[in-house]
């Protein structure tokens, strides 16, 4: 799929399975946004001598992208509550890749390598090494980081020593077709399935809430066992 626009137009890509690239041509597109959409390859910004997209600002929302792959003149990219997930990519395809863009992840789950000028995130899974050119600025808050990462500013991550190589996320399914894809196993460690923000588990899952619903719910029952019983949620 091939998307043109005029000078400074804004695209809206909303509800669609692209089977393969979504690639931008070489242009002044104004903004690009993808919402509620699976993307089985990249999502790819190109360049050029004739216009490099220069004032693009691209968003990724809901959706499940294979990578995001911008050319240097992009700025921005902001990423919410979606997947990046380059495993049905050649091997060394990095997730998001944006050599001159600052990078606005939130209640995401990345899969792979992050290369970009600078980054905000929180209550992310940066499930691969994250490698940031500006550290001075942006920060990284309420997620895990992968071990050898090179991020910004920290602010209660996972694992709390980052020279540290464990805790590491335990998924259910890694399975795009599974209806628990991605969503973090009973036996992954605490500190990730409770350490986004306001307790809730970190990655794409986290707008869920799943762990604050679950501890209401055993509260709200624990009256009614049986004695002898025990209550369990599975």
Known sequence: MRVTGEPGASVVVDGLLVEG??????GDLGSLTLAHCT?????RVEGGTSGRNEALSVRVVRSVVGAVVLDEAVPTISVVESVLDPQALPAGTSALAGLGA???LEGSTVRGDVVVRSLDA???LLDGPVDVAHRQTGCVRFSYVDAGSRPPRRYRCV???PASTTPHPVYVSTDPASPAYL???SSCDAAIRSGGERESEMGVHHHLFRPLRVRAAERQLAGYVPVGSQLAVF
Do not use: W
């Open 21 to 26: 690239d979504l690639v931008v041509r070489p």
């Open 39 to 43: 993307v089985s390859g990249e999502v």
């Open 102 to 104: 600052h990078a606005s």
């Open 122 to 124: 929180s209550s992310c």
């Open 159 to 161: 694992p709390a020593d």
């Open 183 to 185: 969503v973090l196993a």
